[in-house]
C-alpha cells in the first residue's frame, strides 16, 4: 500500500477555488495511478477525478466535470486538484487515492489518504 497525505482544504467563498494537494509515500509510490474523491455530509464517497502514474494522462469524473483540474509532479509524487468556481453544494471531506491499476480508481483503489475538508461558504 501507499501511504497518501492530503492538504490544501478549508474555508473558501463561493467562486473562489482551492488547490488540493496529496503526497504519496513508500516504495511503490511512484508507480502508483492517483485519484481523487469528495464526501458530503451523509453521503457517499464520489470519484471527481484520476491520474496515471506518469502524469501524462488522466480522466474526470461526472461530479466535478469542467470546475476541476487533476495534474501530477512525479518528481515530488504528489497530485493536486485545482478546484474552481466553487459551490455551496461543493462542500465535503476530499480524499486522496491510489492504486497499481489505473483502472481501479474510480471504483476500488487499494490505499486511500484520511482526507482534506473543503467548506464553501460566505
Known amino acids: 500500500q501507499v501511504h497518501l497525505v492530503e492538504s490544501g482544504g478549508g474555508l473558501v467563498q463561493p467562486g473562489g477555488s482551492l488547490t488540493l494537494s496529496c503526497v504519496a509515500s513508500?516504495?511503490?509510490?511512484?508507480?502508483?495511478?492517483m485519484g481523487w474523491f469528495r464526501q458530503a455530509p451523509g453521503g457517499g464517497r464520489v470519484f471527481i477525478a484520476a491520474?496515471?502514474?506518469?502524469?501524462?494522462?488522466?480522466y474526470y469524473g461526472d461530479s466535478l466535470k469542467g470546475r476541476c483540474t487533476i495534474s501530477r509532479d512525479t518528481v515530488k509524487n504528489t497530485v493536486y486538484l485545482k478546484l474552481d468556481d466553487l459551490k455551496s453544494e461543493d462542500t465535503a471531506a476530499y480524499y486522496c487515492?491510489?492504486?497499481?491499476?489505473?483502472?481501479?480508481?474510480?471504483?476500488?483503489?487499494?490505499?486511500w489518504g484520511q482526507g482534506t475538508q473543503v467548506t464553501v461558504s460566505s
Open positions: 513508500g516504495p511503490t509510490a511512484s508507480t502508483n495511478a
Open positions: 491520474i496515471v502514474a506518469s502524469g501524462n494522462d488522466w
Open positions: 487515492a491510489a492504486d497499481p491499476i489505473a483502472e481501479r480508481v474510480p471504483s476500488d483503489p487499494t490505499s
